[in-house]
């Protein structure tokens, strides 16, 4: 069956890559843009859209710079290396704090279980109560930060004496195996890393539903882009979007191979993942939700960020105008 998958995969990517090179050659000179993209299951729109050619087929010659989270995405973004970025709504929100000058385009995936607060079965954590006095690795000004945050004030534990220990995503997994943290709110796939690597059982402290996290493209002001190539960008994901709903088994096996990991290790959480691009309502409320948490807890001064003054909605807009978007 794996043969098949890889074999349906190819002659994909090949037809794709024979259609997408007379494109080129017709159209002449397409703009050139690079979007940094986190190495996560979330991600897979991208990865689709490069590798099947949708990028090409509507006229937008794109390189995708992989990093490893949103927070470092978004760095790329600030300093100029690429065009685009992808990263969670929080992690725009606190770049709109300090810079002031971040645009979200559009969501193409939620979950509400990609992120977990996990410890070790052997340090006898069986409750949130029992993390009092315990250190939990986190990573700063994250989605890792807000989920933690929100499992506190879901148990009325605001007041919980714990530490907190902000990681890089890579030293997650190793901190907490190594025993230098209690536990880690992180986000897949370094949840099934841990599972797969600890000898002893992982633990989820964690609530499912409790958080609801997006991945949203996002783009920088004052814009050096053309308005159409937001347009060309976004239609390029939706319709990978769109073929990794009907096609789940075939893009699973792509990311694995991107993420350079086991096809197993993204399939044990792809059923949380909805992937469909939007810019709506649900994207606004859930961004206002965090701007009033970074404001309560003091992360950002003063009041919380209007959140309307950061979403772009223009090319979206047209794209449903034009009927692109269903």
Same mark, same amino acid.
């Given at each position: 069956?794996?043969?098949?998958? /890889?074999?349906?995969? %190819? *002659? ?27 190495? *996560?299951? @979330?991600? *897979?729109?991208?990865? =689709? ?21 949103? /927070?470092?995405? %978004? ?5 100029? *290396? ?67 945050? !929100?499992? @506190? ?8 004496? /714990? ?12 901190? @907490? ?5 209690? $536990? ?6 370094? &949840?099934?890393? %841990?599972?797969? @690597? ?7 402290? &964690? ?28 239609? $390029? ?14 893009? =699973? ?21 909805? !992937? ?14 965090? $701007? ?24 979206? =807009? ?9």
């Amino acid at each position: 069956m794996k043969g098949i998958i /890889v074999a349906v995969i %190819a *002659t994909l990517i090949c037809g794709w890559s024979s259609f997408s090179a007379s494109r080129t050659i017709q159209t002449g000179h397409i703009p050139k843009v690079k979007i940094a993209v986190s190495l *996560t299951p @979330l991600s *897979t729109p991208l990865f =689709i859209a490069e590798r099947l050619g949708f990028f090409v087929d509507n006229d937008i010659d794109v390189e995708l710079i992989p990093c490893e989270g949103g /927070v470092n995405c %978004a760095n790329l973004l600030q300093n100029n *290396t690429v065009d685009y970025a992808t990263a969670s709504g929080t992690v725009a929100l606190f770049n709109q704090h300090q810079y002031n000058n971040i645009l979200i385009l559009s969501s193409f995936v939620t979950s509400s279980n990609d992120i977990k607060l996990l410890t070790l079965d052997q340090l006898k954590i069986n409750s949130l109560q029992e993390l009092s006095g315990k250190k939990v690795g986190i990573i700063k000004s994250s989605a890792s930060e807000l989920y933690f945050d !929100f499992l @506190l004030i879901s148990n009325a534990l605001q007041e919980l004496d /714990v530490e907190r220990v902000y990681l890089e995503p890579h030293e997650m997994v190793p901190a @907490l195996l190594s025993f230098q943290v209690d $536990a880690i709110s992180v986000w897949e796939p370094y &949840g099934y890393k %841990a599972s797969l @690597l600890s000898t002893t059982p992982v633990i989820d402290l &964690g609530l499912k539903g409790i958080y609801q996290l997006s991945f949203n493209l996002l783009a920088k002001s004052p814009r050096t882009i053309l308005s159409s190539t937001d347009k060309e960008i976004l239609s $390029a994901i939706y319709q990978a979007t769109q073929w990794v709903e009907k096609h789940p088994s075939e893009s =699973i096996s792509l990311i694995s191979n991107e993420l350079g990991v086991d096809p197993q290790q993204v399939k044990w959480a792809w059923g949380d993942y909805i !992937f469909e691009l939007t810019n709506g309502y649900t994207l606004l409320s859930n961004l206002q939700l965090q $701007a009033r948490w970074a404001s309560e807890r003091k992360i950002i001064e003063g009041e919380p960020i209007d959140v309307r003054s950061f979403i772009d909605n223009t090319a979206y =807009i047209d794209l449903q105008t034009s009927g692109v978007i269903e």
